[in-house]
Every structure is written in structure tokens, then in C-alpha cells.
């Protein structure tokens, strides 16, 4: 067993990163565990360059990496790839909570982390036997499922080679992925990092990140992919002030809460060492569906937060979730106007979604509440349950038009008003991405298809719109449409000459 192929499928639909074509790190972690044992590796990452076919199938073996949108793309890979004879192996979140879905389609999956399990895996696989020994691993023979004991994640991360991404072998733009912890301890009702990862933290010691730091450009940016960059803020503190004394400064970004601001001395920091943007996990302004997200945070913190990263020079990306059971249409719209009211600089408004892993999940499938299971639907853009307060259908609707409303001309005008271009490229390629995504999905078609996933039978659903209403709707909303965003782009360039 020499060549092995790793495999991340492309998402399902455009997304606020379709730009920026970033790897996740599992491929690239295991592709150097396995190179440093003289493996040959090879990684595709679909949403970077196409799969180069021929060397698929010239692998002995070939491991495919799967979130819960890109499952559909994952399994008919895994189909196609298993027919003709290659073993297939199948792992990330999706696989690790329904393993026995995934056994339909590749011959085994990994559950859970597999920096431990992947060696005793290939070296099973070379020998014929040992499979019962490999930890978190599920496997089939005949009409028998075989759940193996779960792994034992990895405690030391420092003992990890940096994920390599030459093994992609073509250019991933300006961005360098970089993750130094991982684990959450909040337990989000609807995210499934605490199942996948833990509930408590690990991270690498601070010297081993910049051991990596330092071995990448410093012209290109960092993505801190942490869950929450600042869990530990004292640790995280300490590698800020390493970072700016040893001048390892690049623009970088990072995931954070809300409440990160509360540190005054923590913000400092970010800004000398060059934070730029901070992708911030605000989730509502209903400050019901906060407590019912298990938030732990108030509007008005929330708010005084935007203002702090303002005020150090940061830019924020908001990320909200809609579609909870305290929702309602007006909670989408007062959504919309804090986010413009706050100056926020780009947002995302991603629809509620029951990834199965998570408590959300959990609750809504014992309550007949989930509307489909077309997992390329569970993007976080395409209603896939039953919320109380709101109908599937007007949350599709309001938060399509959300999106509009936040990345509108008039939005994009306010920016070239202020000088800001970098704003207005954002905006622009916001609202271009928006507008991309409406006309393929001619936005409500996928809608009509979830409802009538078993949702004919159920009492006080109030799905009742038709094809014909919903294409009405649809052209309502492009003769609603702005100027168009190349002349947009056009008289932003005149002004900034």
C-alpha cells in the first residue's frame, strides 16, 4: 500500500468563503502522519482544483473527508471510487455521528479524531487483519456492523506535524489556515464541536506555533481556525506578546465571542499584533433564542463588543443564526437594522441547522421537526426544519432578503462615501455571492422540495404557497433589484483614482 489519496469534496452551493478556497486541516494532518512513514500522499480539495481522476484510481487507497453538506458529494465519490475495487474510507463530523449511513456507501469510517487510529489503519490494511484493534473505527463484513471502541484523542497536539499543504500541490491564494487549540467548553445547542472534539480545551504549546508561524510567508494572512482563538485568554495573551517580540506580525483573523472584549489589556494585543478582522459568534438579538443557544451573553454586551473591536481598528464579521424557536419574521428584520445600526463590516445570516451530532439535532428529529434530509441542503442557507414562531418559508424569504437588505447599494454607496474600499469590494462581493445564489436556486424551489418531505401530514404547518407564488415572489424580488454591481465596481474605481 504505497499511494493513498485523500479527498475534501466541494460544497454544495456559493457560501460567504467561496472566495477565499480554504482547506480543513484532518487531510492534510493525516497526509503528513502518513508521508513521514513513507507514504506516498496526495490531497484533493475540491473547492481549490478539480480531482485529478487518474490518480484516484491509481491509489491503494483512498480516505474521503466529509461536514454534513458536502455528504452527498462524499458518498457518491465513495461509490464510484469502491466499485472499482480501491478500498474507501470515510471520516470527518458527518460519518462520526452516522456511521452506519455512511457503511452504505465506503467500505470503512472513522469516527471521531484519527490522528491515532490512521497508522494501525494502513498497517491493517497491508497485513489483512488487526481491524477489531483500530480505534473509533466502524467497518462492515457481510450484514454485521462493526463499531470498534472510540479513539482516545490526541492530548498532546505539540506530537502533530503541521498540516502540509503541498500535498495539495496547487497555490491555496493568500490565506494560511493555521489551528492551535482544540475542544469548546460552551456546548452551543446547535454545534457539534463539543461531541466531535471535547468539551474541554487542548492546545499546542505557544512555541510550537511559532514554529509554524515562522516557516510561512509573512506576506500572507493567518486564519487562526480555532473554534474560539480566545478560550484561554491568559495563554492566548501570552502568544500575542511572543508573536509581536520575535515581530511574527502578518494580518491575521480569528474566531472569538462575543465577550473576548472584556479584556481590555487582550485587545491591545490584538491590534499590535496586527489583527485585522475578528469573526465574532453573535448568533442573535433576540436575547431569548441566546439563552436558548446557551449564550451565556446580552444584547447589550454584544454591542458594546462590536463598538471595542472598532475602536482598536478591527474590523467584525458577524455570524447569526435564525430560526430558532423564539423567532419570529420581526427577529429577522431587527436583526438586519442592529447589524447596520453597529456598523458591522460583513455579516452572515445562516439559517438554524440540525447538524446531526448536535442537541439541536437531537431534539428536533425526536419532535418530527426535521424537514428533510438532503444533507447538501444543510448549508446553513436552505431551511431544513420546523421552527414554531415562523414558517419554513418565510424564514427562507426573510433571510434571503436580509442578506439583501444588509449588502444593498445603499450599504455599498456608505462605504465609497467614507473612503472605505476595502468595505466596498466586501459589500460588493457580498452581495454579488447573494445574488449568485438566489439566481441558481431561483431561491425558493429547494423550499418546495423540503416541504414536501413528509411535511404534507403534520398539523400547523403553514405551507401553502405555490409554485406559481413562490415564482411570483421571485420576480418581485429581482424587480425590487439595485443598479447592478458592476457599475457598482466601475464607479468605486472612478473615485478611488
Known amino acids: ?53 487518474k490518480s484516484v484510481f491509481e491509489a491503494d487507497l483512498v480516505a474521503i473527508s466529509t461536514i454534513t453538506s458536502t455528504a452527498p458529494r462524499a458518498y457518491a465519490l465513495a461509490s ?18 452516522l456511521p452506519e449511513e455512511a457503511l452504505e456507501y465506503a467500505d470503512y469510517v472513522f469516527r471521531g479524531e484519527a490522528e491515532n487510529s490512521i497508522l494501525p489503519f494502513v498497517q491493517a490494511m497491508e497485513s489483512g487483519e488487526g481491524f ?30 503541521f498540516p ?57 494572512k493567518i486564519f487562526f481556525y480555532d ?38 489589556e487582550l485587545m491591545d494585543l490584538f491590534r499590535k499584533a496586527n489583527c485585522f478582522y475578528a469573526y465574532v459568534g453573535i448568533e442573535s438579538v433576540n436575547q431569548s433564542s441566546l439563552t436558548a443557544y446557551n449564550k451565556k451573553i446580552t444584547v447589550e454586551q454584544i454591542e458594546e463588543s462590536i463598538a471595542l473591536f472598532h475602536s482598536h481598528g478591527i474590523r467584525v464579521h458577524g455570524m447569526f443564526v435564525l430560526g430558532s424557536d423564539e423567532d419570529t419574521v420581526d427577529t429577522v428584520k431587527q436583526t438586519v437594522r442592529f447589524a447596520k445600526k453597529n456598523e458591522l463590516d ?50 427562507q424569504v426573510e433571510t434571503i432578503k436580509a442578506l439583501g437588505k444588509f449588502y444593498s447599494t445603499g450599504q455599498i454607496l456608505k462605504s465609497i462615501s467614507k473612503l472605505d474600499m476595502i468595505g466596498v469590494f466586501l459589500r460588493t462581493y457580498s ?21 414536501k418531505t413528509g411535511a404534507e401530514d403534520r398539523v400547523n404547518l403553514t405551507w401553502n404557497k405555490t409554485r406559481e407564488e413562490i415564482a411570483g415572489l421571485v420576480q418581485r424580488f429581482k424587480d425590487q433589484a439595485p443598479v447592478s454591481l458592476s457599475k457598482i465596481g466601475s464607479e468605486s474605481k472612478e473615485r478611488s483614482m
Open 80 to 97: 464510484q471510487i469502491k466499485k472499482s475495487g480501491i478500498p474507501v474510507i470515510l471520516g470527518g463530523p458527518h460519518v462520526t455521528f
Open 431 to 451: 452581495r454579488n455571492l447573494q445574488r449568485k445564489w438566489v439566481t441558481k436556486n431561483i431561491f425558493y424551489n429547494e423550499v418546495v422540495k423540503q416541504m
Open 346 to 395: 460583513t455579516v452572515q445570516f445562516m439559517i438554524l441547522t440540525p447538524l446531526p451530532g448536535s442537541k439541536q439535532y437531537d431534539e428536533l428529529k425526536a419532535e418530527r421537526r426535521i424537514l428533510t434530509k438532503d444533507w447538501g441542503l444543510y448549508d446553513a442557507l436552505h431551511v431544513v426544519h420546523e421552527p414554531k414562531r415562523i414558517t419554513p418559508l418565510e424564514l
Open 132 to 161: 477489531e484493534d483500530v480505534p473509533g473505527l466502524s467497518f462492515k463484513e457481510g450484514n454485521i456492523i462493526y463499531q470498534n471502541q472510540p479513539g482516545h484523542s490526541c492530548q498532546e497536539l505539540d506530537t502533530l506535524p
Open 164 to 220: 502540509d499543504l503541498s500535498l495539495i500541490r496547487k497555490p491555496i491564494g493568500t490565506i494560511r489556515p493555521v489551528m492551535t487549540s482544540r475542544g469548546c467548553p460552551y456546548n452551543c445547542s446547535f454545534c457539534t464541536v463539543t461531541r466531535m472534539f471535547g468539551r474541554g480545551y487542548r492546545f499546542r504549546s505557544k512555541e510550537n506555533v511559532l514554529r509554524e508561524l515562522r516557516g510561512i510567508d509573512r506576506k500572507k
Open 227 to 264: 473554534d474560539n482563538f480566545a478560550a484561554n485568554r491568559e495563554r492566548t495573551k501570552e502568544l500575542l506578546e511572543m508573536m509581536i517580540a520575535e515581530k511574527i506580525t502578518p494580518r491575521w483573523t480569528a474566531q472569538v465571542r462575543a465577550d473576548v472584549t472584556r479584556d481590555r
Open 1 to 53: 500500500m504505497k499511494n493513498i489519496v485523500f479527498i475534501e469534496p466541494r460544497s454544495p452551493d456559493y457560501h460567504v468563503f467561496s472566495r477565499y478556497r480554504l482547506p480543513r486541516l484532518g487531510c492534510l494532518i493525516l497526509g503528513a502522519i502518513l508521508e513521514r512513514q513513507g507514504y506516498f500522499v496526495k490531497v484533493f480539495v475540491e473547492d481549490i482544483a478539480p480531482i485529478d481522476f
